[in-house]
């Protein structure tokens, strides 16, 4: 059942995000509460180690508020799925797949994407270890 609302609120939050380029607190917020029942904590030194990297990340590539906040959250709440090696893995090769199909589909590299699908899919497989 938690399962289930995991998905159900991260897919509305990607697609939030693909037609608006926002991703709302309130939707933040329904996401953290079965994401806080969760059972994959990481130790606090794990969780913030990697906060100060995505803050670095933030700052050089202009990263949006809503996608550092969604993944702050999956830090504090889900730390050790999102900080292992699979995440990463996929997160890298969903982006990768992102940015080629905004590419192709607006015809230059410019403008703004959004992080919500490259960050949600690759978490929808690591939890529900897929």
């Known amino acids: 059942m938690i399962s289930l609302g995991v998905i159900a609120l991260s897919l509305f939050i990607t697609f939030g995000d693909l037609q608006n380029h926002r991703i709302r607190h309130i939707s933040l917020l329904l996401l953290a509460i079965p994401l806080v029942i969760g059972p994959h904590r990481a130790p606090i030194q794990s969780i913030l180690l990697a906060s100060l990297f995505l803050i670095l ?40 797949v992102e940015v080629c199909v905004f590419a192709m589909s607006r015809r230059s590299f410019g403008g703004s994407i959004p992080l919500a699908p490259a960050i949600l899919a690759p978490f929808i497989l690591c939890y529900l270890a897929i």
């Open 57 to 96: 990340i933030t700052v050089v590539t202009k990263l949006g508020g809503g996608d550092l906040k969604l993944f702050l959250l999956l830090f504090i709440t889900q730390g050790a799925i999102v900080i292992s090696l699979a995440y990463l893995q996929y997160f890298l090769l969903a982006c990768f």
